[in-house]
């Protein structure tokens, strides 16, 4: 049996506790599948290619059909090794136990192929020692990549190379319960960042073990400046205000918020929770935006599609910087801090728009119509969203990316934190160039707290329902918006 003995378990979840936190740089459990799908894939494509090399002499004529046949075995390997559940944490550190599975999934993936091989009639063209040899190679392989990545993994284990960070909420009887039942679980990878009191100051100096480190205003701040994956509120559950309220206020964070369940949620059969949470006796009520594979896939998007932007359009920018730096003294560049992710900030880039001013303006005024403050230049730039491009090179900092919620001045920040509810939740994602609420028409001045409510709520949707083609929606929405509409200025 591969699964991670009861020994590392206990130690990685005792070492993080009573001052043994370990610290660091780290991998999420959250990327495991995303990681292990790319591995699979890579091992039966090489697999696929070796056979093909060592068996059959080389034929660009009937190339693209073994290519064809490696891929289709490929991906469909993956996809029903994903409706089998094959990348929960708890498949993958057990290897041995799921390995039929392995089995079945490749079996029908080339059942599949010989089907489209037979009804396309080019069964000649695939021998059937290739197919043999493919079949068999491949599922020794695939069985050898998990064993061995289960092995890795539990090194990674003991290092602190994989974790899941969570910070307990409640001090109470449920907290107890718990860390309690955490202890008897024992899940892969997860180590207890902090134990936190709801109340503004903590009640006990500690439980079960684990220091109580402050109130609730601290672990907001203690999440905001440490890497955090989840919250787990592990308050009674007949305090249904307190435990609302709570809530309400984590949304605002980018981590998963969970509730502890209560004793009888231990007995009766509950809709599990499902993926890499399916250990911990939790309900997820809040889920991270853009964690795992989709934050890995968002982040290739944004510096392949920004160096290609920036590439294509080097021509403009650098007409645009000697056109600026001609029609009016000051810098090209306009910088400004910004909050980005997590209330983070940051520096944003911006060409100059408006006549330079030595000293910084103490409360930040947006850009009115015929606003006497913008040049010759600034206006023409700020009429075709030039002036935002230098923001290119936020996303390639990492700062920014191409598609989510615009950032707004720090001190538009604090007046519309104090009178918007839930504002900050805009800000659990990655700022962005453009957005969700710029294509709906939410773009330039607000002139009143109902249009800055609404872009708000354009902005957490986004976040919330996050994938590539609704950034590519919206990438191609705002060039329309670009060349036909005029609200800015």
Request: charged share 20%.
């Amino acid at each position: 049996m591969v699964a991670m003995p009861d020994t590392l378990q206990e130690e990685r979840f005792q070492s993080a506790g009573a001052g043994g936190r370990l610290v660091g740089p780290y991998l999420p459990v959250s990327n495991l599948p995303g990681l292990v799908i790319t591995l699979d894939c890579m091992v039966v494509a090489i697999v696929g290619a070796l056979a093909h090399v060592a068996l059959l002499h080389f034929s660009p004529v009937t190339l693209e059909y073994f290519v064809f046949a490696i891929v289709f075995i490929a991906l469909t390997n993956v996809m029903l090794l994903s409706r089998a559940d094959m990348y929960s944490v708890n498949a993958i550190m057990r290897p041995i136990s799921r390995s039929d599975f392995l089995i079945v999934a490749l079996l029908t993936a080339f059942l599949l192929l010989l089907t489209i091989i037979v009804t396309l009639k080019v069964q000649d063209i695939f021998p059937k020692r290739w197919l043999a040899a493919f079949f068999v190679f491949g599922t020794a392989s695939l069985m050898a990549e998990r064993l061995l990545l289960s092995r890795a993994l539990q090194w990674a284990a003991r290092r602190g190379v994989v974790r899941r960070r969570l910070l307990v909420l409640g001090t109470g009887e449920q907290a107890q319960r718990f860390l309690s039942r955490m202890r008897i679980i024992k899940p892969y990878f997860v180590e207890i960042a902090g134990i936190f009191d709801s109340a503004q100051s903590p009640r006990r100096a500690d439980v079960e073990g684990y220091a109580v480190e402050g109130g609730f205003e601290a672990m907001i701040a203690y999440a905001r400046t440490h890497r955090v994956d989840d919250v787990i509120i592990a308050l009674p559950w007949n305090e249904e205000a307190l435990i609302s309220e709570t809530m309400e206020a984590l949304r605002e964070l980018p981590i998963n918020v969970s509730v502890s369940t209560d004793l009888i949620g231990y007995q009766l059969a509950f809709r599990p929770v499902m993926g890499d949470a399916a250990q911990l006796p939790v309900f997820e009520v809040v889920q991270r935006p853009i964690s795992g594979w989709s934050f890995m896939l968002k982040a290739l998007e944004d510096y392949v599609l920004g160096a290609l932007i920036i590439l294509v359009l080097s021509p403009l920018l650098i007409a645009t910087a000697i056109a600026i730096k001609l029609d009016s003294p000051g810098p090209v560049l306009f910088r400004q801090k910004r909050l980005g992710f997590n209330n983070k900030e940051f520096e944003i880039y911006k060409f100059r728009s408006m006549r330079h001013n030595v000293e910084p303006e103490q409360v930040t005024i947006q850009a009115t119509r015929d606003d006497p403050r913008v040049t010759r230049v600034g206006r023409l730039i700020r009429a075709t969203s030039i002036d935002e491009l230098p923001q290119l090179f936020n996303v390639m900092e990492g700062t920014m990316s191409l598609v989510g919620p615009r950032p707004h001045a720090l001190d538009h920040n604090e007046d519309y934190g104090r009178r918007i509810r839930g504002y900050f939740a805009r800000h659990k994602v990655k700022p962005g160039i453009t957005g969700w609420a710029q294509v709906n028409g939410l773009r330039g001045e607000t002139q009143s707290i109902a249009t800055m409510q609404a872009r708000v709520e354009h902005d957490v949707y986004y976040a919330e329902n996050w994938s590539l083609l609704f950034d590519i929606r919206i990438l191609i929405g705002t060039m329309i918006i670009v060349l036909f509409q005029k609200n800015a200025y």
